[in-house]
């Protein structure tokens, strides 16, 4: 049995998901903010954050979220912990919808649930010292003594790569780094069985982020830990991810393993995501088929008036005249008669499976999502 395998068992027995459920599934998720104008403060319109996401995370996987600045990833993530309430949709987590729960059991929902931000520091009261910062919510919630949770912060500063000293010490003493294994542990401390990781390496020097990292991935196998892990980064989501969901104007664009993502992507939006990522190793683009670049242009547009049909069209070097106006619906290879399994896409005209190098070019004909669903 495989590492990976043993942390699914662990993490499934933890959330106690029978096998083949998710842990978390999102669901037609809207998070659209009023725009107020006038004396009385009319509602003139939405800005459309996050417009009809869905997607599931099984135990003990890491799920990818990326994009660009703005296309929602972060917001979807404070909306899954409840941060923000969503406008529509559902987030079901351990098999409930955190929608139908009341205050006090939401409270209790959110233990399982903890978020670690881009930036500890701001999460950090900095006039605190780590020590206290550590056991506090344990203290708060009822889960441990204030001797009980001394000691177990002691526990949890080594297991995150820090020694018992940096418990008397202020977030203003601390470098980026520890700062984010500070973060990460408090995370920990009321033993979540999911974390959303927004941006968490983002804000870090590179040597450090493999660190971070690397200590996710122990962290992960060791307690059965399922993550959703938000990132702008292609590199961070690409190295720690298990399957990615692309997101572009507050849209699901493309949902796929991170291997069937970077050797195929079906998306033109992710294709144009992964040529601006830098390739780590020289020969890799090669190595990948030596793809040509596409060509985009433009801004992305407001999310006030998103375009219509496909959000994407405005920028995309294939539109057509259909995608002007149907918005595309996610769909996978397998439901269009492709040999694609579970690699979803929301594209009336997707790139070819496997196509030969610097092809660039959407497929057509028969196979084509648009023209057979
Ligand atoms: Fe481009 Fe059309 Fe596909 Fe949208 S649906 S990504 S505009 S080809």
Do not use: W
Not at 95 to 106: F, H, K, V, W
Not at 141 to 149: C, E, L, Q, T, Y
Not at 236 to 249: C, G
Not at 292 to 301: A, K, S
């Amino acid at each position: 049995m495989s590492a990976t395998d043993v942390t699914v068992r662990t993490a499934r027995e933890r959330a106690g998901v029978p096998d083949g459920q998710p842990l978390l599934s999102v669901q037609d998720l809207k998070l659209h903010y009023p725009i107020r104008s006038g004396i009385i403060s009319r509602q003139t319109g939405a800005v459309r954050a996050v417009d009809g996401v869905s997607f599931d995370v099984f135990p003990g996987e890491t799920l990818g979220i990326v994009g660009e600045s703005g296309c929602g990833k972060s917001t979807t993530g404070r909306a899954i912990i409840r941060l923000e309430n969503p406008t529509a949709g559902a987030v079901v987590f351990g098999g409930r919808d955190l929608a139908g729960l009341n205050t006090r059991e939401l409270r209790r929902a959110r233990l399982d649930l903890q978020m670690v931000f881009q930036d500890p520091y701001s999460s950090l009261n900095p006039q605190k010292r780590i020590g206290d910062l550590l056991a506090e919510p344990l203290v708060a919630h009822g889960r441990a003594s204030r001797k009980d949770a001394r000691e177990r912060v002691t526990e949890m500063l080594e297991r995150v790569g820090l020694s018992a000293q940096f418990k008397g010490r202020y977030p203003h003493e601390l470098s980026g780094g520890q700062r984010q294994r500070v973060g990460i542990a408090r995370a920990l401390m009321l033993d979540p069985t999911l974390l959303v990781l927004d941006e968490p390496v983002s804000a870090l020097d590179v040597s450090i982020q493999a660190q971070v990292l690397n200590l996710l991935r122990d962290l992960q196998a060791e307690l059965g830990l399922t993550y959703v892990f938000i990132s702008h980064g292609l590199g961070a989501v690409r190295y720690i991810s298990d399957r990615i969901v692309v997101m572009y104007l507050g849209k699901v664009m493309e949902v796929a393993t991170t291997a069937e993502l970077f050797a195929g992507p079906r998306h033109p939006y992710t294709e144009i995501l992964l040529d601006a990522y830098p390739a780590p190793n020289p020969h890799l683009r090669a190595t990948q088929g030596g793809r040509e670049r596409i060509v985009v242009e433009g801004d992305v547009p407001n999310a006030a008036a998103p375009p219509s049909g496909c959000v994407f069209h405005t920028r995309c070097p294939f539109a057509q005249d259909k995608c002007r106006t149907e918005e595309p619906r996610l769909t996978t290879d397998a439901q269009t008669g492709g040999q694609g399994g579970e690699h979803a896409f929301a594209c009336h005209f997707p790139l070819e499976v496997g196509r030969p190098a610097s092809s660039g070019t959407p497929s057509s004909g028969p196979t084509a999502a648009g023209e057979s669903a």
